[in-house]
T-cell receptor, first 113, second 111 residues
Framework: AQKVTQAQTEISVVEKEDVTLDCVYE???????LFWYKQPPSGELVFLIR??????QNEISGRYSWNFQKSTSSFNFTITASQVVDSAVYFCALVDSSYKLIFGSGTRLLVRP | DADVTQTPRNRITKTGKRIMLECSQTKGHDRMYWYRQDPGLGLRLIYY???????NKGEISDGYSVSRQAQAKFSLSLESAIPNQTALYFC??????????FGPGTRLLVL
C-alpha cells in the first residue's frame, strides 16, 4: 500500500536559517510521482514541485531545493535562508498506479524574525 | 481569474441539513477530486472522477455524494450534515501528468 510519512510535525527556525523538511514514501510501483505542496495560513494549497520516479536529478528553484533518493525512498525539501513568509504547512504527496494522491500529514514550519 | 473555484468559501449549517459544495474549473482537465482536511490528518480523498461518466469513492465517502454535471463542474453533497463533517473541503483537478491543482477551499461548520 502507498504511504507518505512526514515525521516532523512542527519545525521552528529563526529567519535566515536553512531548514530541511523530510519525506519518506512507500509504494510497490516502479512508476510514480512525488509532490510538495505549501499551505500558508490563508489556507490554500499551492503546488511547488513534481518529480517522477525516473528522474532522480535534484532540483533547485531559488531558495528551494529538493533531494530525491530512490535508494532511501525519500524526497526531502530544503529552504535556504528561510524567511518569515515561508511559514506554512508543507505537504509531501505521492501518486502511483492507483492515480490517487496520497498526502503525508504535513510539517508545520514557523520562521521567527 | 482563478483556474479552480469553489463556492461557498464558508458555510455554517445545522445538523441534519442538506448542503452542496460546488467546484468549477477552467483548466480543461478531465479529472476532478474532492478532499477534506482535518487538523493533524492531512488531506483525505472523498470522491474522484476521471471523466463525466466516471465517479469513484475515495477513502472516506460515507455520508457524501457527488455529481459531475460537466467536465468543468463537480459538486459534493452532504445529504444530512453531522458535526464531525466540520472540516476544510478542497476540490482539485489534474491532467495526465498527475499534478493536482487545488481550489481555495470551503470551510464548513456543522452545528
Amino acid at each position: 500500500a502507498q504511504k507518505v510519512t512526514q515525521a516532523q510535525t512542527e519545525i521552528s527556525v529563526v529567519e535566515k536559517e536553512d531548514v530541511t523538511l523530510d519525506c519518506v514514501y512507500e509504494t510497490r510501483d516502479t512508476t510514480y510521482y512525488l509532490f510538495w505542496y505549501k499551505q500558508p495560513p490563508s489556507g490554500e494549497l499551492v503546488f511547488l514541485i513534481r518529480r517522477n520516479s525516473f528522474d532522480e536529478q535534484n532540483e533547485i528553484s531559488g531558495r528551494y531545493s529538493w533531494n530525491f533518493q530512490k535508494s532511501t525512498s525519500s524526497f526531502n525539501f530544503t529552504i535556504t535562508a528561510s524567511q518569515v513568509v515561508d511559514s506554512a504547512v508543507y505537504f509531501c504527496a505521492l501518486v502511483d498506479s492507483s492515480y490517487k494522491l496520497i498526502f503525508g500529514s504535513g510539517t508545520r514550519l514557523l520562521v521567527r524574525p | 481569474d482563478a483556474d479552480v473555484t469553489q463556492t461557498p468559501r464558508n458555510r455554517i449549517t445545522k445538523t441534519g441539513k442538506r448542503i452542496m459544495l460546488e467546484c468549477s474549473q477552467t483548466k480543461g482537465h478531465d479529472r476532478m477530486y474532492w478532499y477534506r482536511q482535518d487538523p493533524g490528518l492531512g488531506l483525505r480523498l472523498i470522491y474522484y472522477s476521471f471523466d463525466v461518466k466516471d465517479i469513484n469513492k475515495g477513502e472516506i465517502s460515507d455520508g457524501y455524494s457527488v455529481s459531475r454535471q460537466a467536465q468543468a463542474k463537480f459538486s459534493l453533497s452532504l445529504e444530512s450534515a453531522i458535526p464531525n463533517q466540520t472540516a476544510l473541503y478542497f476540490c482539485a483537478t489534474s491532467d495526465s501528468q498527475e499534478t493536482q491543482y487545488f481550489g481555495p477551499g470551503t470551510r464548513l461548520l456543522v452545528l
